[in-house]
């Protein structure tokens, strides 16, 4: 199994960027699938999920609701965070999630800086 992000970078405050992490050995559409980030000194939290199946339940956190949005692609089996009106608190390495039941399966990580 393999999940691997892609889409960080540097951005200014109140821009945008766009995560991508696609998935290979798994049907991602069968798994909840989540964004999660880790700032440094601190621990990882959760940013948003999605649900497997067909309706997908979406959940984020109260940080990131309105300017945050996760989606996926089941065809190309990939997950995407889009994220707007960035500000230097978004600053983390940014993890893709898959989870069904106790299998949890993580990517390498991707960095997002946001500059004041």
């Known amino acids: 199994v393999q999940l691997v992000e892609s889409g960080g970078g540097l951005v200014q405050a109140g821009g945008s960027l766009s995560l991508s992490c696609a998935a290979s050995?798994?049907?991602?559409?069968?798994?909840?699938m989540g964004w999660y980030r880790q700032a440094p000194g601190k621990e990882r939290e959760l940013v948003a999920t999605?649900?497997?199946?067909?309706?997908?339940?979406?959940n984020y956190a109260d940080s990131v609701k309105g300017r945050f949005t996760i989606s996926r692609d089941n065809a190309q089996n990939t997950l995407y965070l889009h994220m707007d009106n960035l500000k230097p608190d978004d600053t983390a390495v940014y993890f893709c999630?898959?989870?069904?039941?106790?299998?949890?399966?993580w990517g390498q990580g991707t960095q997002v800086t946001v500059s004041s």
């Open positions: 999630n898959a989870q069904q039941n106790s299998i949890r399966y």
């Open positions: 050995g798994i049907r991602l559409r069968m798994y909840t």
């Open positions: 999605i649900t497997g199946l067909i309706t997908g339940a979406y």
